[in-house]
């Protein structure tokens, strides 16, 4: 933006007159806020508009902010709103935009997806755990599986994946294969009564897999984990045996913030 200076066309005008003049079109410029617009490259999905002094995907802080007011134990009644810190720390990355539009194709609330990667990797590319890899951190098997089902959703999404091996590497690739996963574990736990699945409720499927996540997802809070998951794989991800699922829950939603409680599908 530009600012002119009027011309002097009488002599008289005061010196200090013009100084005002002037200030109060600096104070104009200075309120005007910058706009960082990222790409959609999906059809028919909107794109996000960040102002340099808020965010609209942000969360407000509270971890009870649009979401669920019942238990996460069969009977999810979570919010399908897509605000949350989470989106915003996923949003903070160079593909995050992407990985909007790619779980909005898929029919994923953004906000579920980001809160899988900051649970996996603070949403950074921290690179191979045992045979987990990437922002998602995810199991080749997982992988693949989420593809699929992302595919089915929207076959279009198949121009933006990297091929091949490097594809579990690349964040935007990962993010369309964790959006599908995440439907994979919503549908299957809707299929065991929980009718508007949490990310809370999915992230057991998610961590450890689609026979042990739906039997964490719909136990009861005072079970012990160890009494629903195997103790090789609660030690492999910093579980306690004697650690309750309400426990383990909560452990969760303090690491995810306030999209825990929204609903996973879109």
Sequence with gaps: MRTGQRGLRRAGIAFGALTMMLGSGVSAMAQVPIQVTPYASEPGVPTVTITSSTNPLAGDGDPTSGGSTGTTTGTSTGSGGTSSDALNTMLSQTWGAAAVSEAA???????????????????????????????????????????????????????????????????ATEAIAASGYLMQAAQTLQADNISNPTVLDTRSYYEFGPTYGAAVA??????????????QYLSGNGISNTETVAQYQAAVASKIGNAAYQSVLS
């Design 105 to 171: 194709a898929v029919g994923v609330n953004p906000s579920a997806l980001a809160a899988t990667c900051v649970a996996e990797s603070g949403c950074t590319n921290a690179g191979t755990n045992g045979t987990a890899t990437g922002a998602f951190q995810m199991q080749p098997a997982a992988f693949q599986d989420g593809l699929a089902t992302a595919l089915a959703a929207d076959p279009a999404l198949a121009s933006q994946i990297v091929q091949g091996s490097a594809g579990q590497s690349d964040p």
């Design 218 to 231: 719909t136990a009861s809070p005072t079970a012990l984990m160890s009494s629903v998951v195997p103790s």
